[in-house]
């Protein structure tokens, strides 16, 4: 398993449209099908689908660099 943690508690981070526009530019969808042979996907929500607190109606950020650049 791999996973990316930040500190949102100190600048840059700790704004939201920064956290917006790296959730926007990363490519993990199309990084974790690769390294993982298809079998890996992206959290969506900060948490596995095997881990308390999940929430299925949460869904991950879509890969878009141009929003990205704008947020």
Do not use: E, H, I, W
């Amino acid at each position: 398993m791999v996973a990316l943690s930040t500190n949102s508690t100190q600048p840059p981070l700790s704004d939201k449209r920064v956290r917006q526009a790296l959730a926007y530019a990363s490519t993990c969808p199309r990084s974790s099908r690769t390294s993982t042979r298809a079998l890996g996907k992206p959290y969506s929500g900060g948490v596995a689908d095997t881990d308390f607190g999940y929430n299925p109606a949460l869904k991950p950020y879509p890969y878009d660099p141009a929003k990205a650049a704008r947020s």
